[in-house]
């Protein structure tokens, strides 16, 4: 099991509420961008957080492509990832912007963006709508100017009108990991036809200007002027991006057409990309009923998340055949957060020795040799997989952060980094059920027969929330051991639309998440803990995180001027929220677990921080005539 089971968003998930909680931290949080990094005088054609470029002015393309990549064929699969209302069960409408409605995922395909990142470098971005960008002496405005050339796909010309109105729209009425981020946003300045000037108000984070650049879609005003951008809709939407929706079946499939005469096809951060003429997305409720498709051909590429399948179960005829190979891709990024949320707004949850307690009842050890064939590793940091993790006794650098606010927070902090508890790998292990029973007692709660009453003369229940059947192997030996706690527990299982709908609402007691994050943090770690996201329905906070302290140490995280000061306040930022036991973590791998029908042909190297096998792969017409599936 894997992160397919949760929700993941736009290019490692950097977006974010650009709230400033300035106020709560001991230090001066400096806002100025500029003069964080310095940039060239005038314009430049790419941007990153700390200043390095990879690559220079006259790059002609990413070293991770393959320039001479055929063009043609389709990429049939199932998405193992998603971004804001996308929905990889099914769909009800193509605006994948709002909250409102159930989106396919690669619907930003269909979008172009002021610039791109490049996925071999932490944060950098380089110019696709946008040429050149200037930024002003104070760091507050961001002058693109645009190209020319651009188009939206019924050829009409995309220009400055079109960025500010997009933005501007997005601020307004966007998904609220969109909306949010934008309330630095000032305001969005039309100073020619291909030249528009982003003002923000100084509260945002240095990334955040990279941020909105290349993940924010650039739509027609015209467009949106005679079409209500609130609404869902199964209108396919006038884009500007390499593909464009084609034929669809809701509930069933939509395919993404290669636009022939796209018009930036020969840019150097275009090049080498988009080499199927058809992209299709499948759609199916069950995975195993996902499995039988990919083992009959109907989809040609998987990534797998369930560890049984990987473990036992290629080992039907193409694979004995050569028909169907596996692969192992490493994965470089932080693996972020994967665990279950406990709901802090409930107040049976606020004692953090409830939440502390709950974690026993997991046993991880048993799991992953009885359940995961022993394929994983335990999740114990928010930052895992990246030198982000806190680990041991906290450093100098470390201390310096978390000494001011000594007198609020649990002495664990200033301890070893808090990690999760080593079972016996018997299920039930008598031990961690004991440290259990005496935190609860600790938090006010007693026995009577085999309930556990809390404070307020109730039994404690808890009812575990999931959208797939695939997660009953895993929680029912902790249901059990929840049982013998004294505590009501159960699994629901609900329909993808109304999990989404609950968990926006925060409708639930326990749920699974992964929250994935970026190299280089930004204002998202404000919807994932910040206090203010804990309010605000559809933000990321699933677990109703609000503390003056973790807000001040996002504060800090995401206002560095080095890498080194981003680790360090990330490092301190792990150990608070590791003692504050929001969570139950679960698992993770450092690799992507890939099975494909043998008709692709890949770059030798994997870029580090992304995997876009629909980006940048291609039919290998060899391989695929050999197979019969040239068609």
């Keep these: 099991m894997s992160g397919a089971l949760t929700t993941s968003r736009r290019r490692f998930l950097q977006m974010s509420s650009a709230a400033a909680f300035a106020s709560a931290a001991p230090w001066p949080v400096s806002t100025a961008f500029a003069s964080q990094t310095a940039y060239p005088d005038g314009p430049v054609h790419g941007l990153s957080v700390f200043g390095d470029l990879k690559y220079g002015p006259d790059f002609t393309q990413f070293d991770y492509v393959n320039r001479l990549a055929p063009k043609g064929g389709t990429f049939s699969f199932q998405a193992p990832y998603w971004y804001f209302n996308q929905n ?11 909250l409102k409605g159930d989106a396919p995922p690669r619907m930003e395909l269909c979008f172009d963006t002021l610039m791109v990142r490049a996925y071999d470098e932490p944060d950098a971005v380089y110019g696709l709508l946008a040429e050149t960008v200037k930024v002003s002496e104070d760091g507050n405005v961001f002058t693109f100017s645009l190209r020319p050339e651009a188009r939206f796909h019924d050829g009409s010309k995309l220009t400055a009108e079109d960025v500010a109105f997009s933005l501007l729209l997005l601020k307004a009425d966007g998904h609220p990991m969109l909306s949010q981020p934008l309330s630095s946003l000032k305001d969005a300045v039309i100073l020619d036809e291909h030249k528009v000037a982003l003002q923000f108000d100084g509260s945002q984070s240095r990334n955040l200007p990279l941020v909105v650049a290349a993940d924010y879609p650039i739509f027609s005003k015209r467009y949106y002027t005679a079409y209500d951008f609130k609404q869902s809709t199964l209108t396919p939407p006038l884009s500007s991006g390499p593909y464009k929706v084609g034929k669809h079946a809701v509930g069933h499939y939509v395919e993404y057409h290669q636009v022939e005469n796209y018009w930036a096809k020969d840019l ?31 989809t040609f590429y998987r990534e797998e998340f369930t560890s049984k399948n990987w473990a036992t ?14 692969r192992e891709f490493p994965d470089g990024r932080p693996s972020g957060a994967q665990g279950w949320f406990i709901n802090t707004r409930l107040d049976k949850f606020k004692d953090p020795r409830v939440r502390e307690a709950l974690g026993y009842a997991f046993d991880f050890e048993w799991s992953n040799q009885n359940l995961f064939y022993g394929l994983y590793t335990r999740t114990q940091s928010f930052f895992e997989n990246s030198d982000m993790k806190a680990e041991g006794m906290p450093s100098a650098a470390e201390l310096a952060l978390l000494e001011p606010f000594r007198d609020q927070l649990p002495e664990a902090v200033f301890g070893e980094a808090v990690m999760q508890p080593v079972s016996d790998g018997s299920g039930n292990d008598r031990k ?3 440290r259990a029973s005496e935190l609860l007692a600790e938090a006010g709660f007693t026995r009577k027969g085999t309930d556990l009453i809390g404070p307020d003369g109730n039994q404690l229940t808890i009812e575990f929330l999931n959208n797939t059947a695939a997660y009953e192997r895993i929680v029912n030996p902790m249901i059990k051991n929840l049982e013998r706690l004294g505590i009501k527990a159960s699994l629901r299982i609900v329909d993808p639309a109304q999990y989404e709908a609950r968990l926006n609402d925060y409708d639930f007691d326990i749920a699974s998440r992964r929250l994935s994050l970026s190299p280089t943090l930004s204002d998202t770690i404000r919807e994932m803990w910040g206090s203010k996201a804990a309010t605000i329905p559809g933000t990321y906070n699933t677990s109703g995180i609000s503390s003056p302290v973790v807000d001040a140490l996002i504060d800090k995280a995401i206002a560095a ?12 930022l792990d150990r608070v929220l590791r003692a504050g036991h929001y969570w139950i973590p679960q698992w993770f791998k450092n690799v992507h677990t890939v099975a494909m029908w043998d008709v692709y042909g890949f770059p030798e190297e994997t870029p580090r921080y992304f995997f876009p096998v629909e980006e940048l792969w291609w039919i290998d017409k060899e391989k695929a005539e050999k197979l019969g599936k040239a068609g």
């Design 313 to 326: 179960e290629y080992n039907f005829p193409a694979v004995e055949e050569g028909k169907v190979i596996r």
């Design 561 to 572: 001027t080095t890498r080194d000061e981003m680790t360090n306040a990330a490092r301190a």
């Design 268 to 298: 150097p951060v275009r090049v080498g990309h988009c080499n199927f003429a058809v992209i299709r997305v499948e759609f199916y409720r069950e995975r195993q009923t996902a499995f039988e498709a990919f083992k009959k051909g109907k």
């Design 88 to 98: 990889v069960l099914t769909y009800n409408t193509f605006n994948a912007f709002i």
């Design 432 to 434: 961690l059920l004991k």
